[in-house]
């Protein structure tokens, strides 16, 4: 015989439904939500070692979409990660939104998520709700982290470094910090292993700096996106996709300058949207190369467009670009000047149009030369 639970609904409080084993593994998560839930056969599921992944990420990060949870964390497979993500949620650790539309489903952990994925060594971090207008930003900043992350790079979100830099003490969490995701501190094994040694940038109050970068007069601190720990050393990662002021952006990479030659940061890696590139490498001109920001501060060299194969540079800079279509579209939506934007449909036709082109050109390059306009426009007619 089956077995029953009451259910009160409209049918009347006698109404009946079969506790199927699904039915009942589901109530058992309800039941023990909380920070250990999933540790134990009895609350309906048990965690894997990618569900305290992607929790541990999306915490650090702030937030993750569905299809990045399938592609880094379960091996691709959407049912798995759809299926995962469900019983998160019904255990009380992973909350989701869907009120964007070309973001899918958005994930992103609890106060009991961040509590279960707290790992030994890293700083304690408070649950937050991401905000909806910063979410491309903050997507674009996962999914950069996530591609390192795949190959191996040890990556610090600006969450983490904040959190240790924050202590109350003369900046001894931040080195422990430092020494515990690889940097080559002195005295360090990574400083044994890579023959070299990172020193910290010092701030207008003698205080180490070890992931903040000190700017301006008044000891305030500029945040990286996140770093990425490679040899030892720090790079940090910047997605900048706002243009800003022209002192304030000078202010930051004055910022690495002084960051750089005391040996603390190795490299600044910018993703950036084209009017960011323009203002940091400059245009070219009717009188040839107008410099821009990094030529000025002699990161680049005057009166020439910047050869990138070069290896090395302290400053590095490329397009941002999304590997998730919606993040991809959502970009392509901001970059693009308003007589070009699209429905998501449309964008993806003429996104297909683009990759059978096998155009050198980057997709908004090739969409906005009058040619192709008129083309695609005909193709619709």
């Known amino acids: 015989m089956p077995e029953y639970v009451e259910k009160a609904s409209d049918l009347g409080a006698g109404y009946r439904v079969p506790m199927t084993r ?31 992944q992607l929790l541990e990420f999306a915490g650090a990060f702030g937030a993750i979409t569905l299809r990045h949870a399938a592609e880094h964390f379960y091996g691709g497979v959407w049912e798995t990660a ?6 998160m949620r019904e255990a009380g650790l992973l909350e989701r939104s869907d009120n964007l539309r070309w973001a899918g489903t958005v994930l992103y952990p609890t106060a009991a998520g961040m509590a279960a994925a707290a790992a030994p060594g890293f700083p304690e971090l408070r649950a937050l709700v991401p905000s909806e207008e910063r979410m491309l930003h903050r997507l674009l900043v996962a999914e950069a982290a996530l591609r390192m992350r795949a190959r191996g790079v040890r990556v610090v979100s600006e969450r983490q470094m904040r959190a240790v830099e924050r202590a109350n003490d003369s900046g001894q969490a931040a080195e422990a910090f430092a020494r515990f995701v690889g940097v080559a501190v002195a005295g360090s094994s990574a400083a044994d292993e890579f023959g070299m040694a990172v020193s910290p940038t010092m701030d207008g109050a003698g205080r180490a700096r070890w992931f903040g970068v000190p700017v301006g007069v008044a000891g305030e601190l500029h945040w990286p996106d996140f770093t990425a720990i490679v040899g030892g050393r720090i790079v940090a990662v910047e997605m900048e996709i706002t243009h800003k002021e022209r002192w304030r952006m000078l202010q930051v990479l004055r910022g690495y300058k002084m960051s750089i030659e005391a040996g603390h940061i190795a490299q600044v890696l910018w993703e950036v949207t084209p009017d960011v590139q323009m203002q940091l490498e400059g245009r ?13 501060l002699g990161f680049l060299e005057s009166g020439q467009a910047p050869d990138w194969s070069v290896k090395g540079r302290p400053m590095v ?6 590997r998730d279509d919606g993040v991809r579209y959502a970009l392509s939506q901001k970059t693009l000047p308003p007589s070009l934007r699209c429905s998501y449909r449309v964008w993806r036709q003429w996104l297909q149009v683009w990759e059978r082109d096998d155009s050198a050109l980057e997709f908004e390059e090739w969409l ?12 619709g007619s």
């Open 22 to 52: 699904k039915r009942r593994a589901a109530a058992a998560r309800r039941g023990n939500q909380g920070m250990s839930s999933g540790t134990v056969r009895r609350h309906g599921w048990r965690r894997t070692p990618g569900d305290e």
């Open 82 to 87: 759809r299926k995962r993500v469900q019983y």
């Open 284 to 296: 070219r001109s009717v009188g040839g190369w107008d410099d821009g920001l990094l030529a000025d």
């Open 317 to 322: 800079v490329r397009p941002a670009q999304g």
């Open 368 to 379: 906005m030369r009058p040619r192709t306009l008129q083309r695609l426009q005909s193709l």
